[in-house]
């Protein structure tokens, strides 16, 4: 499972936030510049008196607004994402997620193009206003779901990437090789192969979002669950809760650092720090001092 040579995954994490930062603004840079093209031919074509900058005003705003709008979609996703095996129970959310976008988007964009109209000398107008935002949440409405669906596509391929780990299921006939309640091994899918991950090699786990990531020599591998229901699953006499977020295996603790706050710092023999709060230090001290 360990090849010295690095993964295509890893040579791409320290690429990763410009990959997706230029992306976006590659995408609305783009968007902009091709709209306001077309916008002005339209306006020649039907010679409606505009001038060139204004519809290059409409395009730039509404894509300005929609750029700034992709974090705030990005963390609504990792809060409530959107999954072939959940997306009936999602939509509902989503649907008024888009609302919101469209809200902020409006509002941001108006608030531009009348900033602009007033610099020169112009009043930018937007009304009757319900028939302009139901007109702008029809077009809004497509770019939240196009920006949901690239997020989350982006994401899988991601999973796919780094391996996603799953459960052990249950057989359909016979008794479980090993406890379904309390698993002894995990399923990993990386691309095109299937291996079995040892739940006494995983060296700590950390939630995010929807998942939680099972840290195994040096690898991370997302697994779809709450820190609370795979804590649930593991040995509780090898792991141990230090944080919120944080599960560690107790083999894997090289030293506690206490810190002045009343937390403490947790030294891992793979050479990670992870956090440990001042609810879970004395347990976690007087544990290893108990398996020492």
Request: aromatic share 12%; proline share 5%.
């Amino acid at each position: 499972m360990n090849s010295g040579e690095p993964s295509l995954y890893q040579r791409y994490l320290p690429r990763r936030r410009s990959f997706e930062v230029g992306f976006w603004v590659f995408s609305y840079l783009a968007s902009a510049i091709g709209n306001s093209i077309t916008a002005n031919m339209d306006v020649q074509r039907l010679q409606l008196g505009f001038t060139t900058w204004q519809p290059a005003v409409w395009e730039a705003s509404s894509a300005l607004m929609a750029l700034l709008l992709v974090p705030v979609v990005a963390w609504f996703t990792r809060r409530r994402p959107l999954h072939l095996d959940n997306w009936q129970r999602m939509l509902p959310l989503h649907l008024l997620g888009s609302v919101a976008w469209s809200l902020l988007h409006v509002v941001g964009m108006v608030a531009i193009r009348k900033a602009v109209y007033a610099s020169q000398g112009l009043h930018y107008e937007f009304s009757p206003w319900w028939w302009e935002f139901g007109y702008e949440y029809l077009k809004d409405m497509r770019s939240y779901a196009g920006i949901v669906l690239t997020i989350e596509g982006y994401r899988f391929i991601l999973r796919r990437l780094q391996g996603e780990a799953s459960l052990l299921d249950a057989p359909d006939d016979g008794a479980p090789l090993e406890p379904v309640e309390r698993p002894e091994r995990f399923l990993v899918r990386k691309l095109n192969r299937e291996f079995l991950v040892a739940a006494n090699d995983i060296e700590w786990l950390q939630a995010s979002g929807n998942y939680v990531n099972l840290r195994v020599r040096g690898h991370d591998y997302p697994l779809r669950s709450t820190i609370a229901g795979i804590e649930a699953k593991l040995d509780p006499d090898r792991f141990a809760r230090i944080q919120r977020s944080f599960i560690v295996n107790l083999d894997q603790v090289a030293s506690i650092e206490p810190l002045e706050t009343g937390d403490a710092r947790v030294h891992m023999k793979d050479g990670a720090n992870l956090p440990c709060s001042r609810t879970y230090r004395g347990g976690l001290r007087q544990r290893i001092a108990t398996d020492a």
